[in-house]
């Protein structure tokens, strides 16, 4: 080892520069020679582990090696190099060991890093701990020493991380450069999104505050940035920063740009609307609003979504009464919006904007054919106090689509026929959750091999670099995920497998046992390690994998798998599979393959298939026949109930499911449906682990693992919604314990899934075995139980009802309303008023008739709260 290298792993790092000063020529490109290898050896995850406090001194001698910036630039931002122990003691070393270098040859190398600089994706905690986003303390440094001014959208998120982190502006010394680019620079309010958060966010307003006051930033540059960036537009956690920051700075009239407020009402997000509205309001009430400027922000505010911004204009014209009527503007505006507001799903809503356009009257004549345009769109109840006052003679009655189209199982995607197509495949087969993704990888992996080993041998080495497969040739262990056992299994087919590889991979899989672990397995029965960490679907899936790795590293082929679904719904054709047996010749099919073979046969099959099955014979061919003629995998019973644990003082309430297959079965395959409330498999998984595809006939015995870890990560940011989408088409009967599934993932905090969640309830809706009792019952117990949120599954019934299912919403909503009305005296619960809206509209579409348990009480309550109101409309819907 060189005398440098021995610096470096004694990090003396400031004797680093003498030492290579002495170098020429020759032995400075030597010394590069050996830098660079050492730095290759920190691709090991080990060996970076174990030798992190070398990276600085790597830095700082391969720096002073390289003559040119660019070279010192490339060097620095290397991969394996951009995260040492700590940045800023590491940026302080560097630079300083690059003094001695011109001041131009310097400032050419901090504009190189600041261009080189990659913002920080998510919230990663691994670089705050380090002090920053990689390569930015090292850019931030050689900027202060040189004086270049910081160029790029990159540094300044960069840079909002760093003052977010530190919440230190008053020692910033390019704070009032940076400030002013917070407003314009997209991606800079990142490190503000964070709820939890909330008073590093505080801090970092407050020290901007402290700042303006102290004279050192401009405050109009600041208001002025937070209009110009409400107006960018984005979601409400991008902007909540600037929020917090005007309400802080508390602008004053002078300071508030009408224009521009009332710009941000039709499409801002919902905390900027907020903010335009109290600031207007304000400037309303000092009487230096514009009147048009009035009629358009009520106009605004009555058309967006959210129901609190409808209600803050019906507020504010309430408010302004006097004002709105003497001024046949303002009252134009002011009907406009009210004519809008007509369309709005709660009665309450359109009553309170009938009474104050009737009030109001018709101001103009174009207000007047507004409102009476509007009107006939309304029912004949609620239209009659408009007719006289503004003329409504015609009705219309309303266009609705009804009715939901049957939805099947998609169409199968094309196998991999060519190598290319594989390896692109193989690339992905890591970031994906797709499970048909992995099917057809499988499929082509033992095809391909099979058929034209030498072509995909081939063509992994022209497409894969050599350390794509290095992990597997350091790994001490079998990986637990399925993409890296395909790649693993690719990676034995491939000539990058000598034999000392496929030597360690039989170890490793215990095809070549040691004496011990033979005597081990003599003296114990076997066990399987992963029961109780995971799902028995993900288990036997893995097995599946396996098999391709153990085959691989035996060497061995086959023509193909069992298992490769032929048929939409994941099912395997009957006359496929017998095809598939026949040609595996004397070779025994792989267990795990069989079994999921099995369970995707169509539930009636021929018994001739079962006597063919029989003369293949082999152990594969017994099987199938047997299987055939006992009928396949019965109908589990299932059942579910809402389970309520105590922790220690915290109150977990979630459903859990007993299932029993009804008769004894292989225990590999009663294990998919058996389930008892005490089963506590981990629920750190993810949806492929609870695949519907690996029972396509029986999607309730999937429901009955998915339900729980639906429930349980309602409020994550887990696919839940698109877990039960596969259910919900499944060839297979569906239940109470699908239905409940779905109903769980309508529950879900993310509005994306809940309309996932909602495709799978119209795909329900549109089978003939629509199980409309257990969604009603289910959403009553999950409700009812605290479980979920009544609120949001009240949003995708709505939507459900808009796209064509209000008899199927109806259906449901007629199950779950008699347990979810309050008993007589008690309070409502809170989201009650818009479900029953809901429930009015999908009625009157489909014309219900009839009574609800409970209704006509909770009508006859004084009040005109909203559950009061809706209450009332739904009792006279159903009685005329």
């Known amino acids: 080892m060189s005398t440098v290298l021995q610096l470096i792993a004694q990090s003396r790092h400031t004797h680093i520069p003498a030492a290579i000063e002495w170098l020429d020529a020759a032995g400075r490109k030597e010394l590069q020679a050996e830098l660079t290898a050492r730095v290759r050896k920190f691709g ?7 030798h992190r406090h070398e990276i600085t001194g790597l830095r700082v001698a391969g720096a002073l090696c390289h003559g040119g910036a660019g070279q010192v630039a490339t060097w620095l931002n290397r991969r394996e190099l951009r995260e040492p122990a700590d940045a800023w003691a590491d940026a302080k070393t560097v630079a300083g060991a690059l003094r001695g270098r011109p001041l131009e040859w310097r400032a050419d190398l901090a504009r190189r890093l600041t261009a080189a600089l990659r913002p920080p994706r998510g919230s990663s905690w691994s670089w705050r701990r380090q002090g920053g986003p990689p390569g930015f303390a090292l850019a931030r440094t050689m900027l202060l020493e040189t004086g270049v001014e910081p160029e790029g959208d990159a540094f300044t998120v960069c840079w909002a991380w760093h003052a977010f982190v530190t919440g230190d502006l008053r020692n910033d010394p390019i704070a009032e450069t940076m400030v002013p680019r917070l407003f314009d620079t997209e991606g800079a309010s990142a490190p503000f999104r964070s709820t939890w958060e909330s008073a590093a966010v505080t801090a970092f307003v407050d020290a901007l505050h402290a700042e303006v006051k102290r004279g050192r930033l401009d405050r109009a540059t600041v208001l002025d940035g937070t209009i110009g960036r409400f107006l960018i537009g984005g979601e409400a956690r991008d902007l909540g920063m600037f929020v917090e920051l005007r309400r802080r700075f508390e602008p004053g009239p002078d300071e508030t740009p009408a224009r521009d407020l009332v710009r941000c009402l039709p499409a801002g997000a919902a905390n900027v609307a907020d903010l335009a509205v109290g600031e207007l309001r304000a400037l309303d009430l000092a009487g230096r609003l514009d009147a048009g400027l009035f009629g358009e922000a009520v106009g605004a505010l009555a058309l967006r979504a959210e129901k609190k911004h409808v209600g803050a204009a019906l507020k504010w014209i309430s408010d302004t009464f006097k004002v709105t009527a003497a001024d046949p503007v303002r009252a134009e505006g002011a009907l406009l919006a009210l004519a809008d507001v007509f369309s709005a799903e709660s009665s309450a809503t359109r ?8 009030k109001l009257g018709p101001s103009t004549e174009t207000a007047r054919a507004a409102v009476a345009d509007a009107a006939v769109r309304l029912p004949a109840d609620e239209r009659a106090p408009l007719a006289e006052r503004f003329g409504v003679t015609e009705t219309a009655e309303e266009e609705v689509f009804t009715g939901v189209p049957l939805v099947s199982a998609p169409p199968l995607q094309p196998p991999i026929r060519t190598v290319p197509e594989l390896v692109i495949e193989l690339h992905d087969v890591q970031h994906t959750d797709d499970m048909d993704t992995f099917e057809r990888v499988m499929a082509a992996l033992v095809e391909l091999s099979h058929h034209d080993r030498a072509a995909m041998v081939a063509g992994f ?5 050599p350390t794509a497969w290095e992990y597997f040739r350091t790994s001490g262990y079998v990986p637990d995920d399925p993409g890296w056992l395909l790649f693993w299994a690719a990676a034995l087919i491939g000539e990058h497998a000598d034999e000392g590889f496929r030597a360690k991979a039989r170890k490793l899989l215990g095809l070549n046992p040691s004496f011990l672990d033979r005597l081990k397995h003599l003296a114990l029965p076997p066990r399987d390690p992963d029961r109780g960490r995971t799902t028995p679907h993900a288990r036997l899936f893995r ?10 590293a035996e060497g061995e082929t086959r023509p193909c798998l069992l298992a490769t679904p032929t048929l939409p719904g994941h099912l395997v054709d009957p006359e496929t599979l017998l095809t598939r047996l026949e040609a595996l010749g004397d070779r025994e099919p792989f267990p795990a393959d069989l079994t999921q073979a099995l369970l995707r046969l169509p539930r009636d099959v021929d018994a001739s298939v079962a006597d063919r099955a029989e003369k293949i014979g082999g152990h594969g061919g017994r099987m199938v026949a047997e299987w055939i ?40 395959i009663s294990t998919l449906v058996t389930l008892s409330p005490d089963d506590e498999f981990n629920y750190w998984v993810r949806s492929r682990d609870i695949w519907a595809g690996t029972l396509p006939n029986h999607p309730e015995a999937t429901a009955a693992y998915l339900l729980r870890w639906i429930c349980v990560w309602a409020d994550q940011s887990d696919p839940s919604g698109e877990a039960v989408i596969p259910l919900a088409v499944a060839p297979g009967p569906v239940g109470p314990l699908v239905a409940a599934a779905v109903v769980g993932a309508m529950g879900h905090q993310r509005a994306v899934q809940r309309s996932a969640a909602g495709e799978a309830f119209l795909a329900l809706a549109g089978r003939p075995d629509f199980p409309a009792e257990g969604v009603g019952d289910a959403i009553r117990r999950l409700v009812t139980g605290d479980v979920l949120k009544l609120s949001r599954i009240t949003e995708v019934l709505g939507q459900s ?3 064509g299912a209000h008899a ?3 259906e449901v909503l007629s199950v779950a309303l008699p347990g979810l009305l309050p008993d007589e005296g008690a309070k409502p619960r809170s989201g009650l008023g818009e479900l029953l809206g809901v429930a009015v509209k999908a009625a009157r579409v489909c014309g219900a008739k009839g009574k609800v348990p409970g209704l006509a009480e909770l009508a006859a309550r004084k009040g005109s709260s909203r559950v009061t109101m809706e209450a009332r409309t739904l009792v006279k819907q159903l009685a005329d």
């Open 44 to 50: 090991e995850w080990r060996f970076a582990t174990d």
């Open 351 to 358: 009553a309170r904007a009938i009474r104050l356009a009737v």
């Open 461 to 465: 080495k022209a497409d894969f670099q």
């Open 543 to 552: 097995q599946r994998a396996l098999e391709l790795v153990r085959m691989a």
């Open 629 to 668: 003629r006992e009928g396949g995998l019965p109908d589990p019973v299932v059942e579910w109930t809402v389970k309520v644990t105590d922790r220690h003082g915290w109150i977990q309430r979630q459903p859990v499911v007993t299932m029993n297959p009804g008769r004894r079965l292989p225990d590999h």
């Open 801 to 803: 009802a808009d796209a």
């Open 808 to 810: 199927a919403v109806w």
